[in-house]
């Protein structure tokens, strides 16, 4: 065979092999965003007993910290406004293990109470409710400085999302939220915000 005659042969053959691989690449890719989640999180504030709330039916409390002791005290008023952090998942994919820590603090830093727990799953559309609250911060003006979720994707794929403050005076926090996963251990940003939000609250007993 010449060289003409071989390369007509193998021309094709890896033309065939280099697009299948690529098809490959490219379908893996656009799996991996299809399966992906984002989370809207929120700072919202309502009171302790969310009985009487008109809140959504895909909505889940997960109590943290000191609530249910709190709520079993009879000497603290139950429509006392609290912070809560709501965690909605906008899709398209669903949140698996999430692994959250949330720090809150004090109007001058001196003193912080750390939140962690695990949530199995949040479905697509679902929204959880978490509330920050401890016995120590009665009579104590206080606000979230940070919040962390890792969590996983249906393609296995590890994102974390992160929110921090810095507290420019007493009434105005710059903050920073960012939203990530890992490729080959490289952390790529999905976004990254920065703005200025403010919120505290004063837990008073009854």
């Not at 939203?179 to 940003?189: A, C």
Request: charged share 25%; hydrophobic share 35%.
């Amino acid at each position: 065979m010449t060289k003409a005659e071989i390369l007509r042969v193998i021309v094709p053959i890896i033309t065939f092999f280099l697009g299948t691989i690529y098809s490959i690449f490219t379908s893996r890719k656009q799996r991996k965003v299809n399966n992906r989640a984002f989370p809207h999180v929120e700072e919202v504030v309502y009171e302790l007993d969310l009985s009487d709330n008109n809140l959504k039916e895909t909505s889940k409390l997960y109590m943290c910290g000191d609530y249910a002791d709190i709520m079993q005290d009879l000497s603290i008023d139950k429509s006392t406004k609290i912070m809560y952090i709501q965690v909605t998942n906008l899709g398209p994919g669903h949140m698996l293990n999430c692994n959250v820590n949330v720090e809150a603090v004090n109007e001058d830093n001196s003193k912080r109470w750390p939140f962690s727990f695990h949530i199995p799953y949040i479905k697509k559309d679902e929204m959880i409710l978490v509330p920050i609250i401890h016995r120590g911060m009665k009579e104590i003006r206080a606000f979230i400085d940070v919040i962390n979720i890792k969590y996983q994707t249906l393609d296995r794929e590890n994102m974390e999302y992160a929110f921090q403050t810095t507290k420019i005076n007493q009434s105005d926090t710059n903050i920073k939220e960012t939203l990530h996963y890992k490729s080959w251990f490289i952390r790529k940003n999905i976004y990254k915000f920065k703005g200025r939000k403010s919120l505290s609250l004063f837990v008073r007993p009854k």
